[in-house]
């Protein structure tokens, strides 16, 4: 009997469209009509946050394959749901905890053009930078490594050979690699079980300021084998690629979204209040803007984007993952300056985009975060203990933390990666509808790798009595989750219901805290980060500061261990805004912090004993971000 | 026994379809793209090829070309097939690095795409599970409930309370008010094993397995700290039928197929060849 409920829920997901509600008045369960939900039992709410993996680059990206990365979109997926891989450096690898979804996001320029370099074709082969790179390619990875970056640096200052901006070229080389991927995607997608999403990576950055965005398809073959992959060759401007998912969902009746990410390689381009051509935004952009990206990747290998330290100097923890990633630009052809942080960070972009909603009535940045790789590899691997590498040349070896990338006298060291952040998402089940939905309106977190499970939501009347009833159920009666607008509920200040649950495999957590964004009466944007639920209580206290202090460190960089005498297994508690004005537009999403871990290179050590340069940073505290909830003054 | 029963054996066989993939790739180029005899100093330029330029110029282009067009592709197919020859009455297609490269990338390719293409019978794949039923098995499927008990004041201290409040539990006087708070579920419902593991951790769903049905017992332990358990019901793990488990049957049966018919097929041509290493002493 299990069984047939099981099989008519799910075809019935098959059966509903996808994310079919604009991003402006979701609500969860758009996709499933009342009626049918009582009949179906489907659940009435998201009952399960699902990780998964949204960024993630195999043989069919051009830099990935002259890094040496063979494995392919079929090894990812294969890889990603819990079978033995064996790597581009020859290793067996299989993750201890799969992934519930994915997405295999290869660069849409030229996708499966890197193999015909490799191989020769006779085209390619009559330039000579091609040339070079076949044969670097068929060198040491070294060397390919070289051709990779050579690549990249070219494509990033529009420099590529003649031949790669050929549209025909192009269509010819494309075409047959995109239906391909298409059917393998098809083959491996398990509704309920793992869901394969299709997807790509467009990468536009003009002159290496990084504006990359994710595109993902919620459709299946039928739909998305009827069009090609936007690149960057056709045109680097986000707009373009807007256009395209207009004429996409016009032609197929699908739904498909974008998630730009590494604001913090675009030099202040990411968040910009100018158009892509610098004219100062226009309210058909922000429109745009909002309701094609209704989500941003804030964290990943190249670094972390929710706040720094330059624009947060106050918060002490803004520091994660920003070495080596705020010197300059995507491929380092220009430096960092300070003017360029608040175009860059999710943090900034999120009180920005109340000023430019308050100017133009439409907020474009309303975005909520998730995590994800990145990794050009093809293995998804987002544990510290577990990292096979950011390239081929970075998979498990004792020297892999000293690699260096050094171009015009900058430059990164390998330890400076971080593994795989996950998108974390509270969907009604393990479909691409309702993952894709709960994207949508943006019903989901980024964590930096560890899957630590977070409820919050926004209300007028939660108290601490909730927690000891179905406090889920309350909170989405009374309130709305994170990812969903605020309507003002009178002159008493707003409360938040928030729950952080520990990863069952990993570390206790440390606090909870709430970042606060909002336009002062000047209409100037300002932040603040509040300490709401902490670890030993009755130990710990808000100090002088305003700041509790530190929880301590049990790291044992001899054996690259920890222990979870310290932290705390669950976190949780309903916190009322004490400076509240609902006259003021603001935003409140939670941070949670684990206690202090090692990182991956602590574990090199340990395993193989790396040498490691001066100033690897050996322990982290990992954290997850949740989308914010807004609170719209206009209501 | 009929003929074609004895050539269905022979038309599975890996090596068999890679010739014939061969063989109709050959005649495809010879038929429609190449003269193969470079000593033809001869250039025919059929209908037909006439028509695969047309063709290959609406997939790429979406429009049928207009007639200077069309001539444009003749002219560079002349072209192409004037420098083809002679580049190999020259001999530049030896010792070339780049097309030994192309040439095998293009055998390699005809044997990828031959075992990706093969379609499994039901036998086949029957066959497959049974040889890895293990790894097909359904999730046992446990209903249970849980107390959990806080490590916050050391391991010893939560060990004795849990002795204790198990021995409360075991009295039957019910379990409300028992425990620590934890907004983990205090009961699962016909939930699959990896569902138990992905909420409680892999430690907690290996130790369910091995307790009692139907009383309290424990402690377990968690990554949360500890747990009294009563598994309510248990559905030892099911025989997977291939209805069930068809597609991750079919996608693993190809994954596997695949590198065994590649290297079955170069195994093949490798037995042609005598081979001869002369290492440096």
């Known amino acids: ?635 | 026994m009929p003929i074609k029963e004895r050539l269905a054996p022979l038309l599975r066989e890996p090596l068999v379809h890679f010739l014939l993939a061969g063989l109709a790739i050959f005649f495809f180029y010879g038929v429609f793209n190449r003269t193969v005899d470079v000593g033809d100093r001869r250039i025919v330029v059929t209908e037909a090829q006439v028509q695969r330029l047309a063709t290959q110029w609406v997939q790429t282009w979406q429009r049928p070309p207009s007639a200077a067009e069309l001539d444009g592709q003749i002219r560079d197919y002349i072209k192409e097939e004037i420098y083809y020859r002679e580049a190999l009455r020259l001999g530049l297609d030896k010792d070339d690095m780049v097309v030994r490269r192309r040439l095998r990338s293009k055998m390699e390719f005809l044997a990828t795409s031959e075992a990706e293409n093969a379609q499994p019978s039901d036998a086949d794949l029957q066959k497959w599970l049974d040889q890895h039923a293990a790894k097909y098995a359904a999730d046992p499927v446990f209903s249970f409930d849980q107390i959990y008990i806080s490590a916050a004041g050391g391991d010893q201290a939560a060990n004795i309370k849990a002795k204790a409040l198990l021995k409360q539990v075991q009295l039957g006087t019910g379990t409300d008010g028992i425990g620590d708070n934890i907004s983990l579920p205090q009961h699962m419902e016909t939930a699959p094993l990896s569902d138990v593991s992905r909420a409680f951790g892999e430690d907690f769903a290996r130790a369910l397995k091995s307790q009692p049905v139907g009383a309290w017992s424990g402690p377990i332990t968690s990554g949360f700290g500890l747990h009294l358990v009563r598994i309510r019901q248990v559905q030892a793990a099911q025989k997977p039928n291939l209805d069930d488990a068809r597609q991750a049957v079919t996608n693993d049966w190809r994954d596997a197929m695949r590198e065994t018919r590649e290297n079955k097929a170069y195994q093949a041509l490798l037995d042609g060849y005598q081979i001869n290493i002369e290492r440096p002493k």
């Open chain 1, 1 to 635: 009997m299990k069984k047939i409920t099981l099989l008519v829920l799910v075809s019935s997901f098959a059966l509903t469209a996808c994310g079919s509600k604009s991003t402006q008045d979701a609500k969860p369960f758009s996709l499933v009509p009342v009626a049918q939900a009582a009949t179906l039992t489907a659940p009435a709410y998201p009952s399960h946050v699902y990780f998964g993996e949204t960024h993630l680059h195999t043989i069919n990206s051009g830099d990935a394959i002259m890094f040496g990365t063979r494995l392919t979109p079929e090894d990812a997926l294969r890889f990603g749901r819990g079978e033995t891989i064996k790597s581009n450096t020859g290793l067996d690898a299989k993750l201890a905890r799969p992934l519930d979804f994915m997405v295999v996001s290869d660069h849409s320029e030229l996708i499966g053009g890197g193999r015909e370099i490799y191989d020769g074709n006779p085209l390619m082969m009559a330039d000579p930078t091609l040339k070079r790179w076949h044969d670097l390619m068929h060198g040491t990875t070294a060397e390919g490594t070289m051709a990779s970056r050579e690549l990249i640096a070219a494509f990033s200052q529009n420099k590529l050979p003649k031949l790669m901006y050929d549209p025909a070229t192009a269509k010819q080389i494309v075409g047959s690699v995109w239906q391909a991927y298409i059917s393998t995607v098809e083959r491996y997608n398990q509704p309920g079980k793992f869901t394969a999403f299709m997807g790509y990576e467009f990468t536009s950055a003009p002159s290496g300021n990084n504006l990359h965005r994710i595109v993902i398809f919620c459709d299946g073959a039928d739909k998305v084998s009827k069009i090609l992959p936007f690149s960057a060759l056709q045109s680097q401007n986000p707009e373009k690629l807007w256009d395209y998912f207009e004429a996409y969902e016009a032609k197929t009746g699908g739904h498909v979204l974008g998630i730009p990410h590494n604001g913090n390689l675009s030099n202040g381009l990411m968040f910009s209040f100018a158009n892509f051509d610098g004219k100062p935004m226009t309210t058909d952009y922000a429109r745009r803007r909002q309701h094609w990206e209704p989500l941003t990747e804030v964290v990943q290998t190249k670094g972390d984007s929710e706040s720094h330290p330059f624009l947060s100097p106050n918060d002490e923890f803004s520091d994660f993952g920003k070495a080596g990633w705020d010197i300059g630009n995507l491929d380092l052809s220009a430096k960092k300056t300070n003017d360029m942080f608040a175009g860059e960070y999710a943090r900034e972009a999120l009180k920005r985009g109340l000023q430019i909603e308050a100017k133009l009535g439409v907020n474009p940045f309303k975005f909520g975060m998730i995590g994800a790789g990145d990794l050009h590899t093809g293995l998804s691997t987002s544990e510290e203990n577990n990292f096979m590498g950011e390239v081929p040349i970075g998979e498990p070896r004792a020297g892999r933390a000293s690699v260096l990338d050094k171009r015009w006298g900058s430059v990164r060291m390998g330890w400076q990666a971080l593994t795989a952040g996950l998108a974390a998402v509270w969907a009604t089940s393990n479909t691409r509808e309702a993952i894709f939905d709960a994207m949508r309106r943006r019903e989901v977190y980024a964590t930096t790798g560890t899957r630590m499970s977070i409820r919050m939501f926004g209300g007028w009347n939660f108290s601490k009595a909730d927690f000891r009833g179905d406090w889920v159920k309350a909170g989405y009666a009374r309130g709305v989750p994170m990812g969903g607008d605020l309507r003002p509920g009178g002159a008493h200040a707003p409360v938040f219901m928030i729950d952080a649950l520990k990863d069952p495999a990993g570390a206790n957590l440390d606090r909870v805290q709430i970042v606060k964004g909002w336009l002062d009466k000047d209409g100037k944007p300002k932040e603040k980060v509040i300490d709401v639920a902490w670890s030993n209580p009755t130990i710990r206290h808000i100090g002088k500061n305003g700041k509790v202090a530190p929880v301590g460190d049990t790291v044992d960089l001899k054996t690259a261990t920890y222990s979870n005498r310290i932290g705390a297994p669950e976190l949780r508690t309903v916190w009322s805004d004490p400076t509240f004005d609902p006259k003021l537009k603001a935003f409140y999403y939670a941070r949670v912090l684990e206690i202090p871990t090692p990182r991956w290179p602590a574990y090199d050590v340990v395993r193989y004993g790396a040498k490691l340069p001066e100033g690897t940073q050996l322990k982290s505290q990992e954290r997850a971000y949740t989308s914010p909830i807004w609170y719209n003054a206009k209501g």
